[in-house]
């Protein structure tokens, strides 16, 4: 989970133009791209990786939705950007997330993403959801941070389901109590509150993992 920072908003509102409705992943120049800046060690992980997504091909989408929460969830542990990239908020695509085994809300939401957008899933069902959680202190009282989800529609103006590294289960959006959205987005728009907003900003953080994420071998 990210703490809240100083234009965030104002980012993440504009992040969805650009993004394109499928990647296809060439994955031996993935795997070629991760051996050549990380060497040997991250190669069980992206071939597990690259495993389960062949399995979950033959699934129904919720099975899919399962699958890559799953692996995501248990495969990569929770750190913060600064720890990781000594910058206070940097968008990892899904092979610096696995060649680094970690990273925060933003990576866990965009590497089940691209996972989903492999195989097959439309872009029309999945949307990055920029929220509000809620979070109980130990000592009492509770606080609420900056976070980012995923969200599954199985079909138009369904509750959606919420694929998210806090709470593992996946759960409808309306029981997830402890979640207040702000905005989400996908590459067709952007949806805040009960409405549409169409407004652009500076577009630089997506933009510079667009092109960080075709230059690894995602096309």
């Known amino acids: ?27 031996e120049r993935l795997r070629d791209t991760l ?48 720890s990781l990239w000594g910058q206070t908020d940097y968008w990892a695509t899904p092979l610096e997330t696995m060649a680094q085994r ?3 809300c933003e990576d866990f ?9 492999e195989l097959g899933i439309p872009v029309s069902k999945l949307r990055l959801v920029y929220v509000r959680a809620t979070q109980a202190m130990p000592g009492g009282g509770s ?27 996946i759960l409808p959006a309306s029981q997830r109590h402890d979640l207040s959205p702000v905005f989400s ?3 067709a728009g952007l949806w ?5 907003q169409t407004s652009r900003s500076n577009l630089s953080r997506w933009q510079d993992l ?3 994420a075709r230059a690894e071998g995602f096309q």
Do not use: C
């Open 35 to 82: 051996l050549a800046r990380h060497g040997q060690e991250p190669l069980a992980l992206f071939e597990d990786w690259r495993r389960m997504l062949g399995s979950a091909r033959g699934g129904s989408e919720q099975e899919q939705v399962r699958r890559v929460n799953d692996f995501i969830n248990q495969r990569i542990a929770f750190d913060d950007d600064f």
């Open 143 to 169: 606080i609420q941070q900056a976070h980012m989800v995923l969200a599954y529609y199985p079909r138009p103006n369904a509750d959606p389901l919420v694929l998210d590294n806090l709470n593992k289960q």
């Open 109 to 117: 939401s965009i590497a089940k993403y691209f996972s989903l957008l």
């Open 210 to 212: 667009l092109a960080r």
């Open 192 to 196: 805040q509150g009960t409405g549409n």
């Open 1 to 27: 989970m990210s703490s809240a920072r100083p234009g965030l908003i104002t980012l993440l509102l504009l992040a969805w133009i650009g993004l394109g409705s499928a990647f296809g992943l060439d994955f």
């Open 185 to 187: 987005f996908n590459s």
């Open 102 to 104: 970690r990273g925060d």
